[in-house]
C-alpha cells in the first residue's frame, strides 16, 4: 500500500516537472537604417532564470533545406529578450524568425514571428550632416552609417532653382563641395541611399552657409579707405597752413624792430612804474611866498 502512494505521489509530480514552459510571446523586428533587432516579451518563471534561443529560416532552408532552422549562436541561452540578427539576414528574402525558452533542461514550445520579414522594409532615416564654410570652399560632412550605405547631396545657391547633387559612396573626411561665390548663401540638403534595397530615405533638413572672410573684407576695405581719407584730410590741411605761410611772408614781411626800441618788460609794468616817478615829482614841488619870489628874481637880474 505504501509502495502504490509513493508510486501515486511521482506520477503526480514528474508531470509537473516535465510540463512546457510558456512560450514566447509579442515577437516583433525593430529594423532601422539595415540593423534589424527581434524582441520578444519575457517569459516569467517565479525563482528561476529563462534563457532563450533564436532560430531563422530564409528563403534557401525553405525550398532547398528540407524546412531547415539555422541557430543564431549569438542569440543562444541568452538571458536578454532582444536578439541583434543583422548578420544573419543577408539577403533580400523573406525570412521566418522564432524564439524558445529554456529553464535548465525544461523548455517551451517555439515562438514564431508573424508574418516574414524582408529587409527591404527597413526604416531608412536622413543622414546627420554638417555645413563648413571654409573661407570660399562649401564642405559637407555626414555621418558615417556603415558600408551599405551612399549618399545623395544637392547644393545650390539661395535664390537659384538649378540644384547641383552629388553622390558621396564613401564618408571617410569632410566632401568639398564647391567654390562659392562672395555675397549669396548657398544650401545643402542629404539623404541616404542603399543599393542592395535600391531604396532612398527622405532629404535631411535643409542647412545654408555664406563664405567667410567675405564680411571681414568690406570692413577691412571700409577701414582701409577711412585711413585714407583721414590722412588726405589732414595732409590738405597742412599744406593749406603752409601755402597760406608762404603767401603772407612774400606779401607781408614782418619788420624787425630795433633792439633799442624793444620793450623789455610788460607794458602794465612801465605804467606803474610812470605813475611813481609822477608822485615823487608831486612830492618835490614846494610852495614859497610872494616876497621871496621878487628877492630871488631881483638877485637874478642883478
Not at 536578454?80 to 539577403?91: F, L, P, Y
Not at 585711413?227 to 614782418?254: D, E, H, N, R
Request: charged share 20%; proline share 5%; hydrophobic share 40%.
Amino acid at each position: 500500500q505504501v509502495l502504490k502512494e509513493i508510486k501515486k505521489h511521482s506520477s503526480a509530480v514528474h508531470p509537473c516537472e516535465d510540463a512546457l514552459l510558456p512560450a514566447p510571446q509579442n515577437i516583433s523586428i525593430l529594423s532601422t537604417n539595415m540593423k534589424h533587432f527581434l524582441t520578444w516579451s519575457p517569459v516569467i518563471i517565479q525563482g528561476e532564470t529563462v534563457r532563450y534561443s533564436v532560430e531563422f529560416q530564409g528563403e534557401y532552408e525553405r525550398e532547398y533545406a528540407n524546412e531547415s532552422w539555422i541557430p543564431i549562436c549569438e542569440c543562444s541561452l541568452i538571458t536578454a529578450t532582444v536578439c541583434n540578427i543583422t548578420e544573419d539576414i543577408s539577403a533580400t528574402v523573406a525570412y521566418n524568425l522564432r524564439v524558445r525558452a529554456n529553464v535548465g533542461a525544461r523548455r517551451s514550445e517555439w515562438g514564431a514571428l508573424k508574418g516574414f520579414f524582408n529587409r527591404i522594409t527597413t526604416s531608412l532615416t536622413p543622414p546627420l550632416m554638417k555645413v563648413i564654410a571654409d573661407g570660399y570652399h562649401l564642405l559637407v560632412e555626414l555621418e558615417d552609417m556603415g558600408p551599405a550605405f551612399q549618399f545623395c547631396v544637392l547644393y545650390w545657391k539661395k535664390g537659384q532653382e538649378n540644384h547641383i547633387s552629388k553622390v558621396v559612396k564613401e564618408v571617410s573626411s569632410v566632401v568639398h563641395l564647391d567654390t562659392m561665390e562672395a555675397g549669396p548663401d548657398y544650401c545643402v540638403k542629404a539623404q541616404t541611399y542603399v543599393e542592395a534595397i535600391n531604396r532612398s530615405s527622405s532629404f535631411s533638413q535643409t542647412q545654408c552657409v555664406r563664405a567667410q572672410g567675405v564680411t571681414s573684407m568690406w570692413l577691412v576695405t571700409a577701414l582701409i579707405s577711412s585711413a585714407g581719407f583721414a590722412v588726405a584730410a589732414l595732409t590738405l590741411t597742412f599744406l593749406t597752413w603752409k601755402t597760406s605761410k608762404i603767401f603772407q611772408y612774400s606779401c607781408c614781411p614782418i619788420a624787425v624792430l630795433p633792439d633799442t626800441l624793444k620793450v623789455s618788460e610788460p607794458p602794465t609794468q612801465l605804467i606803474l612804474r610812470g605813475s611813481e616817478e609822477a608822485e615823487q615829482c608831486d612830492l618835490m614841488v614846494r610852495v614859497m611866498p610872494s616876497e621871496e619870489v621878487l628877492r630871488l628874481w631881483f638877485q637874478e637880474t642883478l
